[in-house]
């Protein structure tokens, strides 16, 4: 008999529904890492890790050989023991002594005088070097400053312990400069160590080589005085004879004698135009005026109308009439006009072809003289920039005289260098002091860095710890349940059981949602039995009837889970009725393929009585009790009275009644029908909720009146802490092998 009350308040929380969560309440939050189960479940993701990495290292092995190679050559010296009487040595003194000797040589080969040396000194390296061209400047000259820190960074030396060696490594990323630094900072350190030891030798060696300095320095100035005076004073061709104010001279004036003998050819013009005018100002024009002003159009016209005017008179006069005809009379009178007329266009277009000679005439005299003025002015310039070019000529003889001579004080130098570097040759094949050379700068053979033996396994190393680190990191910093030993991670909370995946089931039930009655001895259902089992058990102790079914979140296989629970109890000969009170999405009609309604709302509305609207289902013992009309599923409904008395009913009618409804995470149905249900089991799916909302729902659950069975985990994968694959196979087999 259920005990669900149909009157008054709803009943506070049990006792027991605080007790049965307990046993989880000490369970740590640490998450615990099983690395036989991530070695299974990211297998493929370690193999393709191991081979990222091996393709990574061998990607950046080449890389770095060709962008960043590292060379390094040793330079290999010899400290010998000072040389003592046999009566004054002291082994212990003598080892002291070699040691600081020893170590004081390596800390010298590598000091700052000697690497500033090595850098000034060093002209084989600043002329070879490709190190040395990211310190020069575009005029050649060296930052000294930076060099010198680079230098300090590529270049080391030691004391090679329990031996008599000092050795000087210089790390660089092209191959020759290895050797080439090397042998700068060798004879560097070779001439600060001859210094030492002989400093007379030195001094004069020194003195020789500020004398060079000195020489090549006026030679370069010299240089640079000579071109600077060519390039001043634009000089041209091989001995500098020439220059650019010489060839303009050379064009101006025949320029200026042509223009001055146009002037002159105008001017003489103008003469003769004004010759042309008489002393009573009667002008007499030339031939070549009076054609350009008959052919006038004007003076043209009039002659062509004379001529009209006379053929016409001639007419008149073969036509008989005399001279003193009135129609001859007025023809001459018109004639003589015409001719007044000619003789005035005449004179005017003469006049004015007379005046635009004139002025067409005195107009280029004006321009030719300015142009001579021009050119005059030109070839002033041009001569004062021919004699400061003579000048420059002058000082550039000088200046290859002195060049000269400078020269063969250079070779004096040079050749007394020579004797002094011949006195010290011994030194350069021996030893200078307490120090030999053992092995000279020489070029390296193979690359110091990268090395694939080296490069490869690191990089191995690091991909595979990198992702190692990221697999287990997210493993404890994810918070989705994905299987029992993640609910035991969550304070008062106990696991009712788990449910494989449907992919993992060697019976393939084709639908998961009725598995236990299409594939019952597949792993689902014996998964279903065992749950079944334990509430049957945790109901009978307490004589519940009721049992609401509640998923997390949407897909959690709260559904899927009531069906199948619902089948096991009818299958133990129990009569069951499924309730699904999902208003928002309901599913049971569809998984057991009956009628949508009247069902649980209809009821609710009074609209039929419950027997009504009770179908019964394929499986014996089992009945549903759908959600009803569309329009009338109002999830209100769920939280009064006229539930209660559904669910009281019910329980008077059925051995067990499991209630379906909307998940927790979108809806409060959940919690309102706890109210009312005798147990709750919760539903949540494997790698879909986290810790986070399943002990939310866990506390909003602990506030009902209700039995909190547990939770149920579903669609759990062997590699993620459910049945081991082999286990639901082998138990598979089991139940399905040949008895017969």
């Not at 009146?705 to 149920?712: K, S, Y």
């Amino acid at each position: 008999m259920t005990a669900i009350p149909t009157k008054g308040p709803l009943p506070q929380p049990r006792a027991g529904g605080a007790s049965m969560t307990s046993t989880a309440g000490a369970a740590s939050s640490f998450v615990p890492v099983d690395p036989i189960k991530l070695l299974r479940q990211y297998l493929l993701l370690f193999i393709a890790a191991g081979a990222t990495s091996i393709v990574v290292g061998v990607g950046a092995f080449f890389v770095l050989r060709k962008y960043s190679p590292v060379f390094r050559t040793n330079v290999v010296y010899q400290v010998l023991p000072i040389e003592r009487p046999p009566t004054e040595r002291s082994e212990g003194q003598d080892r002291e002594e070699f040691e600081r000797f020893a170590a004081t040589e390596a800390r010298v080969i590598t000091s700052e005088r000697i690497l500033r040396n090595a850098i000034r000194s060093g002209q084989t390296m600043r002329d070879n070097a490709i190190w040395m061209r990211s310190f020069k400047s575009s005029a050649g000259l060296v930052d000294e400053p930076e060099a010198l820190r680079d230098l300090k960074e590529r270049a080391g030396a030691r004391v090679v312990a329990g031996t008599q060696f000092v050795e000087l490594t210089v790390s660089t990323n092209v191959r020759d400069d290895a050797a080439l630094i090397a042998d700068a900072i060798h004879s560097a350190y070779f001439d600060d160590l001859r210094q030492r030891t002989s400093r007379a030798s030195t001094e004069g060696k020194d003195a020789l080589s500020r004398e060079r300095t000195a020489i090549q320095s006026r030679l370069d100035s010299n240089e640079a005085a000579t071109r600077k005076l060519i390039s001043e004073n634009q000089l041209t061709g091989t001995l500098e004879t020439s220059s650019d104010g010489r060839n303009q001279i050379e064009v101006l004036q025949p320029q200026i004698a042509d223009t001055s003998q146009q002037i002159e050819r105008l001017r003489a013009e103008v003469r003769s135009l004004e010759g042309q005018v008489s002393a009573d100002g009667v002008v007499a024009y030339s031939k070549e005026q009076v054609e350009l002003a008959d052919r006038d159009p004007i003076v043209s016209g009039l002659r062509e109308r004379i001529s009209s005017l006379r053929s016409e008179d001639a007419a008149l006069a073969r036509m008989g009439q005399g001279e003193n005809h009135r129609d001859r009379a007025l023809l001459r009178e018109r004639l003589a006009s015409a001719q007044s007329e000619l003789d005035a266009e005449r004179e005017s277009a003469l006049k004015k072809l007379y005046d635009a000679d004139l002025d067409r005439a005195r107009q280029g005299i004006r321009r030719a003289e300015a142009a001579l003025a021009d050119l005059n002015t030109r070839l002033e310039t041009a001569r004062t920039r021919e004699n400061a070019a003579a000048l420059a000529r002058a000082q550039i003889e000088v200046l290859q005289s002195d060049r000269a001579n400078l020269n063969l004080e250079l070779t004096r130098v040079q050749r007394a260098l020579g004797d002094v570097e011949q006195i010290e040759q011994m030194w350069r094949e021996g030893r200078v002091g307490r120090v030999r050379l053992v092995e000279a700068p020489s070029r390296p053979d193979t690359m110091a860095f990268p090395r694939l033996s080296v490069i490869v396994p690191l990089s191995v190393i690091v991909i595979m710890g990198l992702t190692v680190g990221v697999v287990v990191l997210r493993e404890v910093l994810d918070l989705r349940i994905r299987g029992a030993s993640d609910i035991a991670l969550i304070p008062r909370l106990r696991l009712a059981g788990v449910v494989p995946i449907a992919s993992e089931d060697p019976s393939n039930p084709k639908d998961v949602e009725t598995a236990y009655r299409d594939a019952p001895t597949g792993a689902i259902s014996e998964s279903y039995r065992l749950i079944r089992a334990m509430v049957s058990k945790r109901l009978g102790e307490h004589s519940h009837k009721s049992l609401l079914v509640l998923g997390g979140a949407p897909g959690a296989g709260a559904t899927t889970t009531a069906v199948n629970l619902a089948m096991g109890f009818a299958g133990s000969e129990q009569r069951v009725l499924l309730v699904d009170a999902n208003f928002r999405r309901p599913a049971l009609h569809k998984v057991l393929k009956l009628a949508e309604g009247p069902g649980l709302s209809d009821v609710l509305v009074r609209s039929c009585e419950i027997e009504q609207a009770i179908q019964p289902t394929s499986t014996p013992g089992l009945d549903l009790l759908s959600a009803g009309v569309r329009d009338q599923r109002v999830p209100e409904r769920l939280s009064g009275e006229q539930m209660t008395r559904v669910l009281r009913e019910a329980a008077a009618k059925y051995d067990m009644v499991i209630i379906d409804t909307a998940p927790g995470m979108i809806a409060g149905d959940g919690v309102a029908l706890a109210n009312r249900s005798d147990a709750t089991l919760m539903v949540v799916r494997a790698m879909g909720e986290k810790r986070g909302l399943v002990a939310r729902l866990r506390d909003q659950l602990a506030d009902t009146r209700t039995d909190f069975l547990g939770v149920v985990v579903t669609c759990v994968r062997s590699s993620t802490g459910g049945y081991m694959r082999k286990n639901i196979k082998a138990s598979y087999e089991y139940q399905n092998a040949d008895n017969g």
